[in-house]
């Protein structure tokens, strides 16, 4: 089992920026791809941003020069959202694969962008 925290949401200003944090706890070690969807009031739950164990990264097109993602260690991955738009306001759910194809999913957090 895996257990994932988020931590970072909030309301911030068109133009403004947020990190959100990731920890992974339990049987982190097996874990592969991390990453964060988000899902906006009446719309689908969307992938934003994806890192491999090895470090490779995958983005949406609608942040691809905007938010960055890293991960520190097995278990730590974070988002760096900069230039934050009012479209990107949705909850942002954190989640982890695992070497045998299982997915879990964080609380979620949300991100408010509104002036």
């Known amino acids: 089992q895996v257990r994932l925290v988020e931590s970072g949401g909030g309301l911030v200003q068109p133009g403004g920026s947020l990190r959100l944090s990731c920890a992974a706890s339990?049987?982190?070690?097996?874990?592969?791809?991390m990453g964060w969807y988000r899902q906006a009031p009446g719309k689908e739950r969307e992938l934003v941003a994806s890192?491999?164990?090895?470090?490779?990264t995958n983005y949406a097109d609608s942040v691809k020069g905007r938010f960055t993602i890293s991960r520190d260690a097995a278990r730590l991955v974070s988002l760096q959202m900069n230039s934050l738009k009012p479209e990107d306001t949705a909850v942002y759910y954190c989640?982890?694969?695992?070497?045998?194809?299982?997915?879990?999913w964080g609380q979620g957090t949300p991100v408010t962008v509104s002036s």
């Open positions: 339990g049987s982190f070690l097996s874990i592969n791809t």
């Open positions: 890192i491999t164990r090895s470090g490779g």
């Open positions: 989640f982890a694969d695992n070497t045998y194809g299982r997915r879990y």
